[in-house]
C-alpha cells in the first residue's frame, strides 16, 4: 500500500524505445515546469544507442529532432537506473516484459533494494501463455502496488505536447492516484480506472484489429470495409473483456474504443501499416522489415486466440487476421470469408 502522503522524486523509466522516451519526456518536461530538480533515468539495454542519445541528447533512432530535457538522462547501467528510484516505468514490448522485470528483481536484489512501485506501458499478453501483464508483476514482485498506463496516444504526439487522454488502472485508486501527477499536466489529461483486466485485454487487443483494418485498406477496400470490420472488431473485444472479467464499459472508453480507433485509423500505427503491408502483398516477414520496430499486435493474435479458446468464444475478425500472418491465406481470401459468414443479428 502507497502512503498517500508520499511522491515521486526520482522515477526510473525503463525502454528507451520510441514509447518510453516520450513518456519520459513528457515527465522530465512536468517536473521543470514543476521546480522538480531531481531526474528522470531512462534505461536502455543496446549501449550504442544510449550512448548515441547521451550524445545527441535525443532518441535519434525513434523520435528524431526531439531534445530532451536536461533533468532527463539516459544509462545503458540499470543499477544507476534504478539508483534511489520511487518509482519504475516499465515501457518495454511484451515479449520483453518478463525478461526485464526478472532482470530489474535481481538487481534490486543484488543491492539489498526493497521493490518500489511499478507503471507499465506495454500493451500486449504475456508471450507463449496469454496470460495478462499485472499477472506477471505480481509473480514476481508479490504485493507490489502496480498501475497501467494506456489509451490513445502515439509517442511522437506525446514527446511535442499535442493534446492526449490517457487512463492509468489500478486495483486500488490509492495507486493509481500516485502515478497520476507524473503525466496529468500541460496538454495531457489522465483518467483513472479500478478495471486493470479491461484496460489490458482493450489496448492489447486492438493492435490485432488494426493489423486486419491495415490489410482491408491495403486491398483497397475502401472506407465501408473500414468501418464494418473496426465496429465489429470492437464487439469482439468486448465479448471476450466480458468473458474474461472486464468490464462493458472500458471498452467504450480510451482503452477500448479510443485507442482502436487511433490505431486502426491513422498511418503512424505500426500495426496498420503492418496490415496495409500484408494487403498490398508483402508476406509478414518482409511487412515487419519494412517497419522496423515490434509490431505488438502480430504476437498479440497468437495469445488472443489463446484466451477465445480458454473461454469457447468466437472471434472471427482475429481468427482471419492470424491465418494470414501464419498460415499463409492470402489477405482478399481471409476478408472474404468474413463477409460469406452466416447472416446474424448484430
Same mark, same amino acid.
Not at 15 to 38: D, F, M, Q, T, Y
Not at 42 to 58: P, S
Not at 270 to 283: C, M, S, V
Given at each position: 500500500m502507497i502512503n498517500k502522503d508520499k511522491s515521486i522524486k526520482k522515477l526510473s523509466v525503463i525502454g528507451a524505445g520510441s514509447w518510453g522516451s516520450a513518456l519520459a519526456i513528457h515527465a522530465a518536461k512536468a517536473r521543470l515546469e514543476n521546480n522538480i530538480v531531481p531526474h528522470i533515468a531512462l534505461w536502455g539495454h543496446r549501449l550504442e544507442h544510449v550512448l548515441a542519445m547521451q550524445a545527441a541528447k535525443q532518441n535519434r533512432q525513434y523520435l528524431p529532432d526531439i531534445i530532451f530535457p536536461d533533468n532527463l538522462y539516459p544509462t545503458p547501467n540499470l543499477s544507476e537506473a534504478l539508483h534511489n528510484a520511487d518509482a519504475i516505468l516499465l515501457a518495454v514490448p511484451s515479449k520483453a516484459f518478463? &525478461?526485464?522485470?526478472?532482470?530489474?528483481?535481481?538487481?534490486? &536484489?543484488?543491492?539489498?533494494?526493497?521493490?518500489?512501485?511499478?507503471?507499465?506501458?506495454?500493451?500486449?499478453?504475456?508471450?507463449?501463455?496469454?496470460?495478462?501483464?499485472?499477472?506477471?508483476?505480481?509473480?514476481?514482485?508479490?504485493?507490489?502496488? &502496480?498501475?497501467?498506463?494506456?489509451?490513445?496516444?502515439?509517442?511522437?504526439e506525446v514527446a511535442i505536447n499535442l493534446p492526449t487522454a490517457v487512463c492509468i488502472a489500478s486495483s486500488t485508486l490509492n495507486t493509481a492516484d500516485f502515478f497520476m501527477p507524473l503525466f496529468h499536466h500541460n496538454c495531457m489529461r489522465i483518467y483513472t480506472n479500478t478495471d486493470v483486466i479491461g484496460v489490458e485485454l482493450g489496448c492489447a487487443y486492438k493492435n490485432v484489429i488494426a493489423i486486419a483494418a491495415g490489410i482491408t485498406d491495403g486491398l483497397g477496400f475502401g472506407a465501408n470495409a473500414r468501418a464494418a470490420l473496426i465496429t465489429r472488431g470492437l464487439a469482439e473485444m468486448q465479448r471476450l473483456g466480458i468473458a474474461v472479467g472486464g468490464r462493458p464499459e472500458t471498452f467504450m472508453g480510451l482503452t477500448g474504443l479510443g485507442d482502436l480507433l487511433l490505431t486502426a485509423t491513422d498511418d503512424q500505427s505500426r500495426n496498420r501499416r503492418f496490415g496495409i503491408a500484408l494487403g498490398r502483398g508483402d508476406d509478414p516477414k518482409q511487412a515487419q522489415q519494412s517497419i522496423g520496430q515490434v509490431v505488438e499486435g502480430?504476437?498479440?493474435?497468437?495469445?488472443?486466440?489463446?484466451?477465445?479458446?480458454?473461454?469457447?468464444?468466437?472471434?472471427?475478425?482475429?481468427?482471419?487476421?492470424?491465418?494470414?500472418?501464419?498460415?499463409?491465406?492470402?489477405?482478399?481470401? %481471409?476478408?472474404?470469408?468474413?463477409?460469406?459468414?452466416?447472416?446474424? %443479428?448484430?
Amino acid at each position: 500500500m502507497i502512503n498517500k502522503d508520499k511522491s515521486i522524486k526520482k522515477l526510473s523509466v525503463i525502454g528507451a524505445g520510441s514509447w518510453g522516451s516520450a513518456l519520459a519526456i513528457h515527465a522530465a518536461k512536468a517536473r521543470l515546469e514543476n521546480n522538480i530538480v531531481p531526474h528522470i533515468a531512462l534505461w536502455g539495454h543496446r549501449l550504442e544507442h544510449v550512448l548515441a542519445m547521451q550524445a545527441a541528447k535525443q532518441n535519434r533512432q525513434y523520435l528524431p529532432d526531439i531534445i530532451f530535457p536536461d533533468n532527463l538522462y539516459p544509462t545503458p547501467n540499470l543499477s544507476e537506473a534504478l539508483h534511489n528510484a520511487d518509482a519504475i516505468l516499465l515501457a518495454v514490448p511484451s515479449k520483453a516484459f518478463e &525478461q526485464t522485470l526478472l532482470l530489474i528483481k535481481q538487481t534490486l &536484489q543484488d543491492e539489498n533494494k526493497e521493490p518500489v512501485p511499478i507503471l507499465y506501458a506495454t500493451k500486449g499478453l504475456e508471450h507463449g501463455t496469454g496470460r495478462f501483464l499485472h499477472d506477471v508483476i505480481e509473480q514476481h514482485f508479490k504485493g507490489i502496488s &502496480q498501475a497501467i498506463l494506456s489509451g490513445p496516444s502515439f509517442a511522437k504526439e506525446v514527446a511535442i505536447n499535442l493534446p492526449t487522454a490517457v487512463c492509468i488502472a489500478s486495483s486500488t485508486l490509492n495507486t493509481a492516484d500516485f502515478f497520476m501527477p507524473l503525466f496529468h499536466h500541460n496538454c495531457m489529461r489522465i483518467y483513472t480506472n479500478t478495471d486493470v483486466i479491461g484496460v489490458e485485454l482493450g489496448c492489447a487487443y486492438k493492435n490485432v484489429i488494426a493489423i486486419a483494418a491495415g490489410i482491408t485498406d491495403g486491398l483497397g477496400f475502401g472506407a465501408n470495409a473500414r468501418a464494418a470490420l473496426i465496429t465489429r472488431g470492437l464487439a469482439e473485444m468486448q465479448r471476450l473483456g466480458i468473458a474474461v472479467g472486464g468490464r462493458p464499459e472500458t471498452f467504450m472508453g480510451l482503452t477500448g474504443l479510443g485507442d482502436l480507433l487511433l490505431t486502426a485509423t491513422d498511418d503512424q500505427s505500426r500495426n496498420r501499416r503492418f496490415g496495409i503491408a500484408l494487403g498490398r502483398g508483402d508476406d509478414p516477414k518482409q511487412a515487419q522489415q519494412s517497419i522496423g520496430q515490434v509490431v505488438e499486435g502480430a504476437s498479440t493474435a497468437i495469445e488472443i486466440l489463446r484466451l477465445a479458446h480458454q473461454y469457447k468464444i468466437e472471434l472471427p475478425i482475429v481468427e482471419q487476421t492470424y491465418d494470414v500472418i501464419y498460415k499463409n491465406v492470402k489477405p482478399k481470401d %481471409a476478408v472474404l470469408k468474413l463477409l460469406l459468414r452466416d447472416p446474424r %443479428a448484430e
